[in-house]
């Protein structure tokens, strides 16, 4: 697992010259972005391996990496922050000079510690480097040990022990036969979530109707297929034995073979768990000719993509609940008339946390199955599901199923998986909330070659989309307009993998003890019953609290960089004041149930805008009527300002002067514009990608300049996402030439939601 990818380019960034190290330490930093380039080259090949397949010391090996790449990480974070400082420079003469002089003694300090800091760190990379070496840590061998493919056994489930797939079946049956009058080839696509019983159907499917064809088979597709001998099952099924094509080692030879045995006959194929787009267009599709036969293609895929690419995508949907029922009851007591009364409640629940997945229902039942009088071993059992139950013996067909999906993943996207562990059970997990957060960690990279002008926020959407695609979450509140996921949920049985997964490789921490405070890197406490560690934690990066607690009582590590407290319910502002220390956080989320934060004396700390590294402020739980000058002045990296006011008059209020100096924003949502100042200022933020906004122009202010200050929002040329409600001005709007937009009326307010096109200009 790669969890420092943000390092290189960091490494990178201090040998420009801005940062006027000397010789000694570029040539320190020269060799480390080296050998750490070459460490991370050989930890991605280890991350693409099955853990069971590595030996003792290439796991070692790996963990002891990632703990330098963190380490080495803090310390050039720390050494940017002390060279660009917390403080913005002040205007007055005398001042001025005294900070110029402080600021000049740092950077010295900071230079020289950062030196020494390499010099130390360097040791340990180069032991490191040795034992990759001595021991071949990257020469991974195949195992040795034949291991059988836990899917196998859905190709040999009798009949009688499928439950729920009649109208999916039906449903796929009825896309093959569709239009049956024509002699061209169908193909169903069959996609859903590891598990889900996709090989299941399409061999129920296959079985039934194999009869009406001349020649059937029925293969799978690994992770890493290899091609020829794909080639060579598909032609053993169809031959029925031996075939000619046995000792060819020529690709175009074999696919030429499949060609040739088919192009006569009515056939019907199953290519069973695709992957990947690329086996299909440069082999399968090639050699499954169409042959004006009315031959049938099924394929199985975890990868929407890649259904909707083949063709005919059937998305598989989970069982119902009453088929849940009957599987679950049926394996354990025969039926669920027969289920004694004590087990009905936590049946229930177990069922709900299943998710109609038949893997998990079996999986589960089968564990069950032979304790079925012991009420508390279920109640263990049921505590267990989304809570990293991976780890249990009886779960490893499971776990290797999703195993797959997690091993297909891109090295950054392994990173942004776990990431989801933080997270409860069941919780609705905001996409913006979740993108900024990985934005925050620099888990989001950008490629300026390949994104070109992509911003954070879609590259970080990317990224979940990818999610998505691959079945690893699911979407949740649906947008009404254009139908996409505002948020997703994890899966109760992927939870407990990626929950398994965090724990092996120290990512993230859900529970404290045995003395670990030291250790902990991302701290995520989910109830009261955890008590807050008596011990300073110097390493932890992220802080996520989902319960009310005395944040007054807090530690604050000052390597933070996350400080998520939307969940956390207080009241008193004033025990926010320690924020101003953290002078790394990247991600600010503060809430509180029912909050009212006013412009008297319940404000927000003034001490927020001594984040100069801040990204992302969120304060979309709480209601704030106006943010104070003093907050945002110093917050020049910002890149997204919510809040939980609605688009409305009662929206946040913005201070004249504060919007100009953030010009890395990239969404600003649920404030009001009230002076043409702040509506000239917006034009500032060229890198705006979403604006949810109310104008509100005083009467006073009603003259031909409204027209001049509304037209800077056309400089708003990157915005694809507006909201807006303008008062008594909406002809304005209106008259904006190149919108796509859909709007309706609302007591006097115009509603515009718009994507914004590439050269919007004033009529």
Known sequence: MEFASTLLPKLAKLLQDEYNLHKGAKKGIGFLHRELEAMHAAL????????????????IWARDVRELSYDMEDIVDTFMVDVEGPDPPSKRGAK??????????????????????????????RELAERRDMYKVDDIAPSKKTLVDPRLKALYTEATEIVGIEEAKEEVIAGLTEGDGGQQKKIVSIAGFGGLGKTTLAKAVYDEIKGQFDCTCFVSVSRNPDAKKLLKDILYELHGGGHPGAN?????????????????????????????????????????????????????????????????????KPL???SSEILFYGRIFGSKDKCPRQFSEVSETILKKCGGVPLAIVTTSSMLANKSEDIRVWNDVCNLIGSGLGRNSGMDDMRKILLLSYYDLPSHMK???????????????????LIWRWVAEGFVQQDQQAAGDQSFLETGESYFNELLNRSLIQPADMDDVDGTPR??????????????????????TTVLGDGMESKVRRLSLHNNSTTWPTMKMPKLRSLTMFFRYPVIDLMTPSLLRVLDLLDCNYYDLASL????????????????????????????????????FLQTLDLSKIRVEELALSVITGLGQLMCLRTGSSTGLDATRL?????????????????????KCIVEELGHLTKLRVLEATVKLSTEEADDDEWTALGSLGKLTKVECLHTRVHEFADILISMAQWRSHYATYGGFLFVSSRWCPQPHMD
């Open 44 to 59: 991605r090949k280890i991350s693409e391996v099955p853990r069971e397949q590595l030996n003792d010391l290439q796991r």
């Open 96 to 125: 001025k000079m005294l900070k110029k002089m402080i600021r000049k003694v740092t950077k010295a300090m900071a230079r020289r510690e950062v030196a020494k800091e390499i010099k130390d760190i360097k040791e340990r990379v």
């Open 248 to 316: 060819l080692v020529e690709i175009k030879r074999l696919i030429d073979l499949v060609r040739d045995f088919l192009r006569n006959k009515r056939y019907l194929i199953v290519i069973d768990d695709i992957w990947d787009k690329e086996p299909w267009d440069k082999v399968i599709g090639l050699a499954l000719m169409e042959n004006n036969m009315r031959s049938r293609i099924i394929t199985t895929t975890r990868i929407i993509d890649v259904a909707e690419h083949v063709g005919g995508s059937y998305r598989l």
């Open 320 to 322: 119902s609940d009453e």
């Open 415 to 433: 990173t942004c998986l776990l990431y989801l562990s933080i997270f409860p059970e069941d919780y609705e997990i905001k996409k913006d909330r």
């Open 487 to 508: 948020a997703c949920r994890v899966h109760d049985t992927m939870l407990d993998l990626i929950i398994s997964l965090s724990v092996e490789e120290c990512f993230v």
């Open 577 to 612: 004041r320690f924020v101003g220390s953290l002078s790394h956080l990247r991600y600010l989320g503060l809430g509180g149930r029912n909050m009212i934060i006013s412009s008297g004396t319940d404000q927000l700390p003034i001490e927020i805008g001594k984040l100069r």
């Open 655 to 675: 201070p004249d002067g504060g919007l100009k100096k953030l010009t890395s924003l990239e969404v600003l949502s649920g404030v009001v514009v009230t002076s």
